[in-house]
């Protein structure tokens, strides 16, 4: 598994998750909250925005008020829905 190291959490990639592991970063996101963070494609597909931002304040980068009011979630969520980026 490559590990990816980030300010205070462990982030684990898997090459091919299984339903099994699947289903236990799902527990441990229930468990400890404030250290795993589950997101499902399907989800943000849905509501990108707001799965961005939860992405952005679970990894301590949380939007400004200032970046709220330019929309600035909005433009990066534009951006990454263009053709060829998704």
Known sequence: ????????????????????????????????????????????LLDPKSNLKKLAKFIGCEFSQEEDEKRVADSIVELCMQPGQA
């Open 1 to 44: 598994a490559q590990t990816t190291w980030l300010p205070g959490k462990r982030m684990v990639t898997r090459k091919k998750p299984t339903m099994a592991s699947c289903l236990e970063y799902w527990e441990a996101s229930v468990r400890r909250p404030h250290k795993v963070l589950f997101l499902r494609y399907e989800e943000m």
